[in-house]
């Protein structure tokens, strides 16, 4: 989901409030707030020698130990309020993917991307998850699309793969 969209779907859902799934069946805690928008660029080279670049936006969800128990949502004016305040300081890229931060005591800290989103009621829903790392350079280094029939030598020394 690009950065325009989110924000796109929260004007959308005035006053409702906001929830993030980050596996299923398990939501980020009410008590939450938004800790850190980032701006990121990667500038980066695959194993096959490829360059790539691209730039992300970074929301950081934090759940806050003095508010366990808190029941209420932050609601989606809120959050907008944030991020704009927050875009007046260091201005986000709209047409880039969004993703967030999160981590608890019994998830680890990843970057999470949006899969889907629903509304039910008074609730907004983003439905977060990871994607799996992957080789982008397939073609190059030999790797067959199913790594089932990886032969022991396909990213060998001198096979162009690192």
């Known amino acids: 989901m ?7 779907i ?3 859902n005035a006053n409702k409030a906001l929830l993030f799934e980050y596996a299923p069946g398990k939501l980020v805690a009410a008590n939450y707030h938004i800790t850190e928008i980032k701006n990121i660029t990667i500038d980066a080279v695959d194993c096959g020698a490829g ?11 934090w ?9 209420d949502y932050m609601l989606t004016h809120k959050a907008l309020e944030i991020l704009n305040r927050v875009g007046r300081i260091k201005p986000m890229e709209k047409e880039v993917e969004v993703k967030f931060e999160y981590s608890n005591a019994n998830f680890h800290t990843a970057q999470l991307f949006v899969h889907s989103h629903m509304v039910d009621g008074e609730q907004l829903i983003f439905h977060l998850g990871v994607t799996p ?17 990886v032969s022991d030598d396909a990213c060998s020394p001198g096979s162009g793969c690192c």
């Open 51 to 61: 360059i790539d670049f691209w730039k992300e936006t970074i929301i950081q969800l």
């Open 63 to 71: 759940e806050s130990p003095e508010e366990v128990g808190k029941r």
């Open 2 to 8: 690009k950065t325009n969209e989110f924000l796109s």
């Open 10 to 12: 929260l004007k959308q």
């Open 133 to 149: 790392t992957d080789c982008k350079a397939k073609d190059t280094c030999g790797i067959p699309v199913s790594m089932e029939s």
